[in-house]
Every structure is written in structure tokens, then in C-alpha cells.
């Protein structure tokens, strides 16, 4: 990519209101079933976090007192601590790990997981690109989605802004 050329999100990088809500539906069907794979996805759908910042989850990133956990940062990105709902912070605790580590797998086998659960054929990342969009759409702050993403450079953060904002316009001018 050129230094003028940036990063572009179109609707195949993350998951449509829709494909959303399946999702949810699917991991509250299995949750019971599957705990250890849901509360994962559900990790990755709540916090923003690549896939592998979601292996490298030990116990010990879990602060009970806020019910936050720490994200390592990886590609050069920030640390950083997010919220989680009550119902969630508790299925982490619940969850036994081995080695320390929450989810002791491979990255395949996540990907292998997340082919499972998927509502449509995106990839596991598009679960960062929707929890930026989320949070972005919801907040308005995209000081507050760069932290949250753990991005350095407010740049990179813009492309969310950019294609939320022009998905927007486009809407309110053409179906005026």
C-alpha cells in the first residue's frame, strides 16, 4: 500500500446489524454447551481484541475490583484495560485455565472455532472492525475507539470515522 493509499473498510470487513444478532443468538444457544469457545468469541466481539491478544488472556489479566480485563497490545499497540458486562467478567472467572492461560489453544484452532460459530463467511478479525464500528457509532469519541483498539496513531483509528460518517451522509442525503 502507498503512503497516500489508506486502509479502506467495506461490509465484507465486519458484521451487519443482522449478522450481529445472529451471532449473539448462536453463542447464547452453545454457551452452556461450549463455554470455553463463546466466552472467547464473546471476548473478541466485547473488547475489540486481535486474535492473538484473545490467546495470550491469563487469569491474572482479570481485575475483579473493575471487572476489566488487560489487553496486551500486540503489532505495536498500546495496552490497555476494557470494561466488561457483569455476566461476562463472570463467565471468564468461571473459566479454569491451564498454563495461566484462559483459552490454551492454537491460533488455527481458534479460527477452526470461529468457522464454527460464524453467522457468515468474515473472518475472525471482522470482530474487531465491528466492535470499533459499535463503539464508534454508539460514542461518537474516536479518541475513545483508538484507546480502546490500542492504536497509536489517531490515523489508523479515522478509517472507522470516515466510513461511518460517510455510510451515514450517504443515507440522509440520497433517501431525502
Same mark, same amino acid.
Given at each position: 500500500? @502507498?503512503?497516500?493509499?489508506? +486502509? *479502506?473498510?467495506?461490509?465484507?470487513? +465486519?458484521?451487519?446489524?443482522?449478522?450481529?444478532?445472529?451471532?449473539?443468538?448462536?453463542?447464547? @444457544?452453545?454457551?452452556?454447551?461450549?463455554?470455553?469457545?463463546?466466552?472467547?468469541?464473546?471476548?473478541?466481539?466485547?473488547? #475489540? *481484541?486481535? *486474535?492473538?491478544?484473545?490467546?495470550?488472556?491469563?487469569?491474572?489479566?482479570?481485575?475483579?475490583?473493575?471487572?476489566?480485563? +488487560?489487553?496486551?497490545?500486540? &503489532? #505495536?499497540?498500546?495496552?490497555? !484495560?476494557?470494561?466488561?458486562? @457483569?455476566?461476562?467478567?463472570?463467565?471468564?472467572?468461571?473459566? @479454569?485455565? !491451564?498454563?495461566? &492461560?484462559?483459552?490454551?489453544?492454537?491460533?488455527?484452532?481458534?479460527?477452526?472455532?470461529?468457522? =464454527? +460459530?460464524?453467522?457468515?463467511?468474515?473472518?475472525? %478479525?471482522?470482530?474487531? %472492525?465491528?466492535?470499533?464500528?459499535? =463503539?464508534?457509532? &454508539?460514542?461518537?469519541?474516536?479518541?475513545?475507539?483508538?484507546? *480502546?483498539?490500542? %492504536?497509536?496513531?489517531?490515523?489508523?483509528?479515522?478509517?472507522?470515522?470516515?466510513?461511518?460518517?460517510?455510510?451515514? !451522509?450517504?443515507?440522509? =442525503?440520497?433517501?431525502?
Amino acid at each position: 500500500m @502507498s503512503k497516500k493509499q489508506r +486502509y *479502506a473498510l467495506n461490509k465484507n470487513k +465486519y458484521l451487519l446489524e443482522h449478522e450481529y444478532d445472529r451471532l449473539i443468538h448462536i453463542l447464547k @444457544s452453545f454457551i452452556n454447551k461450549d463455554k470455553r469457545n463463546c466466552v472467547m468469541i464473546y471476548l473478541a466481539l466485547f473488547t #475489540g *481484541a486481535r *486474535a492473538q491478544e484473545i490467546l495470550n488472556i491469563t487469569i491474572d489479566d482479570l481485575d475483579s475490583y473493575d471487572e476489566v480485563i +488487560y489487553i496486551k497490545g500486540l &503489532k #505495536g499497540s498500546n495496552d490497555r !484495560e476494557i470494561p466488561l458486562p @457483569s455476566w461476562l467478567f463472570k463467565e471468564c472467572l468461571k473459566l @479454569s485455565p !491451564e498454563q495461566g &492461560k484462559l483459552f490454551p489453544i492454537t491460533y488455527n484452532r481458534l479460527l477452526q472455532i470461529w468457522h =464454527l +460459530y460464524r453467522p457468515v463467511a468474515k473472518k475472525f %478479525h471482522s470482530l474487531r %472492525h465491528t466492535f470499533a464500528i459499535r =463503539l464508534y457509532k &454508539k460514542t461518537k469519541d474516536i479518541r475513545l475507539v483508538q484507546v *480502546a483498539l490500542g %492504536h497509536r496513531n489517531i490515523t489508523n483509528t479515522m478509517v472507522y470515522a470516515d466510513y461511518v460518517y460517510t455510510q451515514q !451522509e450517504m443515507r440522509r =442525503l440520497i433517501l431525502l
